[in-house]
Structures are given as structure tokens and as C-alpha cells.
């Protein structure tokens, strides 16, 4: 029995070592994780700040500005003159002509001060007097061929000519007019220069242009001899006004495309797009420190792409199943893009700048540029707003955080399912409105108006009185029960299938303890080690240190307790036979 009794107290003391030891590897791993995870987090809000920098470093309050009087000046027609004479109000060939010679001129040379002084400008136009006229203006249109639509047999008697609408197989390139000259003959533009997409088609960058003289009166006389020589066609399906400026001022440049279409129809529908640029990046020392922030985000992409590549490659194939590391790549390579364009942006402007600029006589296309530096832009805004996303992923160890992405993740199923039941009925909805008020209703002219109309619709934004108008018996029942079928029962079920989740999934984290009180605790812990170690403050020695050693000391004291009690036990159990002999002695 005396062997046995004493191997007894050391088995307890493995057990409880062991579990012990268990459980300060788990807390041990999970401090590690932390760490890291906090570590990683303090490293991706670097580089978000040095790619926020980056961003707002692009745009400013000018760019609004500038494109603000170059719209009011163009677009909108001033009030002594005739209201049929502004742009936005072209609505046949003749008012074209009426705004090219008008409006259109007095905005683009500005020859006089406000006291009607002649300006001294060497030949050079500035339009409000601080933006430099680059060049001259260029006018280009488009045509389409004479029998590229079908006549039905009944109508061959009336009707000798038909132009269809425009589409790149019928556009007329032949030689027309005077043909004397270049706005007589079909130019073809460059293979790299960019398409329009207009309201009614997209079209191609060639066509039948010229470009205005440097004087205004030279310009109106030769607008004058092409309305009289019928430049524009029945054929003609679109009008380019193009132009740009630079405001050396706020090293800005302005391109402005101004875009009248002549569909099939008749009539005419005007559009513009007026950028405001900053194509000479590197001026000033802002610019320079912009430059150094580049260069920053490349080295971060750099090192993101090989962190990636090394989890790729330890983890292959379980790698593509998390939709964080799904996020990762899609940041890298929007990231890579917006990289890309801008390398190449920077490359054709310092090799194009010169050449737009040799001849004052010319049109310098500017418009390219632009495009490329636009696509540039919305790469980068695209890329930052993913980057903001990806900070989710390291405050998922917050509580509310997790609560929301297991209640997404749970409820997905029923979502999708909803999801395919609300689309059902919502194009259902959306097809019988573009039939039935498609060709009375703007709203509803096309199909993709429709849908955008119906989310408008349910957000509480609409029009009844033109939709009653247009049909009064279908107008009001397609309203009530749209209303009723999606915004009255399909949102409060999606509403409700989100609510029920989420209350499952709370339930759920209140059983769990949590870890929030740790997470804050080492935040705090690295917090004032960095505070001491830049002897911004002092190190705690009284209040920690006592406590751990109180702790300790507790610990030693309990210990020793326990074995003290364990030794009494087998003392005791050693001196039970000893006393049992001698009480039997004594009693014989």
C-alpha cells in the first residue's frame, strides 16, 4: 500500500501540469495570432493612407469648377440672346448652324475685354481670359449611305432615298460636296483613338472634319460657305465639336467634346463631355511628394504580390477558398491596371505633348489623352474602394463584425432564393411598363430605363401623373401592385429573413465567450510599450509588477498548501499502521 499511496500526489500533478500546459499553448497561439493579425493591420493602414494621399492627390475642387463655367458658357445660352440658339436646345439641322455661328464662336475667341479694348494675345484666344485655346477647334460628322434600309413595295413611289440609322457597316466614306477640300473627304482616324458612345450609337472616330482659323470672322465665313453648300446631309447621323484649353493657372487642361446626333427619326439629341485633367503631373513640389507616394503603393503592391504567391503556393489549392483571399486578388490586380495606365499615360503625354503643340493651325486631339487618363482615374477609384473593403477582414475578430458576416453567410441560401422570386416578378414588372409606356414615357423608353425606374420607384422617387396619363386603366393597376407585390411583401421578406438570422446568430455568440476583452487588453499592452520605449511614458513598475508578484506569491502560497497537504496525507498514512501495531500491543 505505501508504494501505491505515494505514486498517487505526482500523477495529479501531471495531469494538472498537462492541462495547464495545454491551455498556455492555446492562449500562447492565440496572443500570437493576435499579434499578427494586429501587425498586419497597422502595415495595411499604411499603405490605405498612402494610397488615400494618392487618390485625393488626383482631383481637386478646380476640376469642378473649371468644367462648371466651360458648361455655362457652351451649354447654356446667355440671357440676351435667343433661347433657340443655345446648345442644349439644337433640335434640327438649322438650329445647329444657328449655334455654331452664334454661341459657339463668342465662346471660343475672346478678342476683347469687358471695356470692348482689343486684347494683344500673339493670335491666341483665352476663354475667360485664363484658358489658353490650344490650337484651333475641329467640327467632324458622320454620314451613312443612301439605300441601307428597306422600303416596303407600297411606298416605292413616294419614297426614292432611305438612310438607316448609323452603324459602322453603313457609314458612307465616299467624296461628296465640292470636294475640294477636307471637310468634303472622309478621313480616317488612327486605329488607337477611341470610339464614342452616343444616345443613339456608337461611333466610330473617322469622318468628314475640318478645323476652324484662328480669327473669328475667318471662322464665320467659313461656317457661313458650309451651311450654304449643304455640309450636313440627310445622311448625316452626328455632329463632334471638339476643342481643348489649358489654365496654366491651375495646370489644368480642358477637353470638351460637344456631340449632336441626327437620328433616323429626325430631329436632333445633344450631348457633351467636358473633362478637366491634370496631364502634366510632376510641376510642383506637391507633385514631386505625389510621385514619391507612387512609388510607395508599387513597392506594397510589389510585396503583397509575392505574400500572395507564397500562400498560393503552401496552401494551393484551400488558398481559392477563402473569399478574403478571392478580395486579395482582385485588389492586386485592379492595382497592377491602374499601375499599367498609369506608366502609360505618363509615357504618350511627355511623347505627344510636343507634337499636339508644334502647329497653332492644327487641331491638337487632346481627347485621347484624356480618355486614357479618365480610365485611369475610375481604376484608381475603383481599387481604393476595394482596399477600404479589405479593412474588414482584419476587425473581423470584432463581435459585431463577426455577427454580421456569420448572419450574410448563413442566411445566403434563402437570399438566393428570394433573390430569384423578387427578379422574377421585378422584370415581369419591368417588361410589361416598357410595353405598355415605352413610347410615351422617357422613363420608360428603354428596357434599362425601366428597371432603373423601378428601383426609383421603390425607393419612393416616381411620377404617377405621367404614367396615369400615358394609360389610365393600366397606368394605376401596374403602380398599385408593384407597390404592393414589391415594396409592401418582397422587402419585408427580405427584411425578415435577415432579422431571424441574425437573431439565431446572436443567440449563438452568447454562448460563446468573448475575446474582445483580450484583443483590447494586448492593443493596450502594445500601445504602452511603444509609449515607454519613445520615453513618452514611464514604465509602470508599482501597479503591474506587484500585481503579477502578488499573483505569483498567491500561487506559491496555494501550491505549497496543496503539497503541505499532500505531504500530512502521506505522513498519515505512513504512521496509521505504526499506531495500529502499537494499540494492538498494548491491548494484548
Known sequence: MEPSAARQPPAVDQRLSGSGA???????????????????LVIYIVFLTDLSILTFGMVSTDMYYLNKVMSHLFLEPSSSEDDRSGFRTIGSRADFWRFAEGPLLDGLYWEKWYN???????????????????????????????????????????????????????????????????????????????????????????????????????????????????????????????????????????????????????????????????????????????????????????????????????????????????????????????????????????????????????????????????????????????AWIKILKYVSFNKTMTQLSSTLSRCAKDIIGFAIMFFIIFFAYAQLGYLVFGSQVEEFSTFQNCIFTQFRIVLGDFNFETIEATNRI????????????????????????????????????????????????????????????LRLKKPEMDTNPADKSLESKEFSATKRKDISKLSNRDSANEKAPQVYSRVGEGIK
Open 22 to 40: 495545454v491551455k498556455a499553448r492555446v492562449s500562447c497561439s492565440r496572443e500570437l495570432e493576435l499579434k499578427t493579425t494586429l501587425r498586419e
Open 116 to 386: 470692348n479694348t482689343t486684347l494683344t494675345l500673339q493670335n491666341n484666344s483665352h476663354i475667360y481670359y485664363e484658358n489658353l485655346l490650344l490650337g484651333v477647334a475641329q467640327i467632324r460628322q458622320l454620314k451613312v449611305r443612301n439605300n441601307t434600309c428597306s422600303i416596303y413595295p407600297y411606298f416605292h413611289h413616294f419614297l426614292e432615298d432611305c438612310y438607316s440609322e448609323y452603324h459602322y457597316r453603313a457609314e458612307d466614306r465616299s467624296d461628296f460636296g465640292l470636294r475640294n477640300e477636307s471637310e468634303w473627304r472622309y478621313t480616317s482616324a488612327s486605329s488607337l483613338s477611341p470610339w464614342y458612345w452616343g444616345s443613339m450609337g456608337l461611333y466610330s472616330s473617322g469622318g468628314y472634319m475640318f478645323a476652324l482659323p484662328k480669327s473669328k470672322q475667318e471662322s464665320v465665313e467659313k461656317l457661313v460657305f458650309l451651311r450654304q453648300n449643304s455640309w450636313l446631309t440627310r445622311g448625316t447621323r452626328v455632329v463632334f465639336i471638339d476643342f481643348s484649353t489649358y489654365n496654366a493657372n491651375i495646370n489644368l487642361f480642358c477637353i470638351i467634346k460637344l456631340v449632336v446626333e441626327f437620328p433616323a427619326t429626325g430631329g436632333a439629341v445633344t450631348s457633351s463631355h467636358i473633362y478637366s485633367v491634370k496631364l502634366l503631373r510632376y510641376v510642383t513640389y506637391y507633385d514631386y511628394f505625389l510621385a514619391s507616394c507612387e512609388i510607395t503603393f508599387c513597392l506594397f503592391i510589389i510585396t503583397f504580390i509575392i505574400q500572395e504567391a507564397i500562400k498560393i503556393v503552401k496552401l494551393k489549392k484551400e488558398y481559392f477558398r477563402s473569399a478574403w483571399n478571392w478580395l486579395d486578388l482582385l485588389l492586386l490586380v485592379v492595382s497592377i491596371l491602374a499601375i499599367a495606365f498609369n506608366i502609360y499615360c505618363t509615357v504618350e503625354v511627355s511623347l505627344l505633348m510636343e507634337e499636339l503643340l508644334s502647329d497653332a493651325h492644327v487641331y491638337p486631339d487632346f481627347y485621347f489623352l484624356a480618355f486614357w487618363q479618365v480610365l485611369y482615374n475610375n481604376m484608381i477609384a475603383v481599387n481604393i474602394f476595394f
Open 474 to 533: 393600366l397606368g394605376p393597376i401596374y403602380f398599385i401592385t408593384f407597390v404592393f407585390f414589391v415594396f409592401f411583401v418582397l422587402l419585408n421578406m427580405f427584411l425578415a429573413i435577415i432579422n431571424d438570422t441574425y437573431s439565431e446568430v446572436k443567440a449563438d455568440f452568447e454562448v460563446i465567450p468573448s475575446q474582445e476583452l483580450q484583443i483590447r487588453d494586448l492593443f493596450r499592452q502594445s500601445c504602452n510599450k511603444a509609449l515607454v520605449k
